[in-house]
């Protein structure tokens, strides 16, 4: 089975630390993406990656950055985390897609409850 | 651009009816994939389905069906003789392929209340 770990699954931070989103995948995925879900807006990405050291922004990167140096690892960064980004944090790995297949479904972990206050 | 709308936001049904989950989706793109995904109390968003823009086919998995209307731009869920188990939140999304990079949109997605 897939699977998908996220380093926590709770955490508290105060407004202005730097805070670490940790990410690891045991599939091989090329692919790995950051969301964040909040009530009424759905999922919305916030970066993913495409290769090792590879990222590319998505929809709301503002605030955040990220990093890829091994394959199985993607690790979200709040450079200096703010109430408004108080959300639960979604990570996802697919395969590449392809000319001949198209497009791979996702695979989730668990998500991050993250407050900041 | 493309968008995925799950107009209904909430769903409350007994347990053993049947319901069904709209998504209605835009995208200019003539390739494309559909997915729906459950998201359990748990948190975890599970694979559940994925359709390609050219394969109409309805597909039936147990209790679970799904009718893809490429005339109206629909990817419906039913799920017959709900149960409680049935209890989540569910996702429909939207991917499109761009040499080499999919963008994948969600839509905000439907809770589903299945009561006893």
Redesign the interface.
Same mark, same amino acid.
Request: aromatic share 34%.
């Given at each position: 089975d897939v699977k998908v770990t996220q380093s926590s699954r709770y955490l508290v931070k105060r407004t202005g630390e730097k805070v670490f989103l940790e990410c690891v995948q045991d599939m091989d995925h090329e692919n790995m993406f950051w969301y964040r879900q909040d009530p009424g807006l759905g999922l919305r990405l916030i970066y993913f990656s495409y290769d090792v050291k590879m990222k590319e922004k998505g929809d709301i990167p503002e605030g955040y950055s990220v990093s890829r140096e091994k394959k199985e690892r993607f690790s979200l960064i709040l450079e200096s985390a703010s109430t408004n980004q108080t959300s639960m944090y979604l990570c996802a790995s697919s395969f590449p897609p392809t000319r001949r297949r198209g497009s791979y479904e996702q695979y989730f972990g668990p998500g991050t409850r993250l407050t900041v206050t | 651009a493309q968008k995925v709308t799950q107009a209904q936001?909430e769903i409350s049904v007994v347990e053993k009816e049947d319901v069904t989950l709209d998504c209605v989706y835009e995208t200019r793109d003539t390739?494309?994939?559909l997915?729906w %995904?459950k998201q359990p109390p748990? $948190?975890?968003?599970?694979?559940l389905i994925?359709r390609?823009s050219f394969d109409e086919q309805n597909e039936i998995s147990g209790r679970y069906s799904w009718n893809f209307q490429k005339s109206t731009s629909s990817f419906n869920f039913t799920i017959t003789a709900s149960q409680v188990v049935d209890s989540a939140v569910y996702?429909c999304a939207l991917?499109? %392929?761009s040499g $080499?990079?999919?963008k994948?949109t969600? $839509?905000?997605?439907t809770k589903l209340q299945v009561i006893p």
């Open positions: - | 936001t390739t494309y994939y997915f %995904y748990s $948190g975890e968003l599970v694979f994925r390609n996702f991917s499109a %392929y $080499g990079y999919q994948v969600f $839509g905000i997605g």
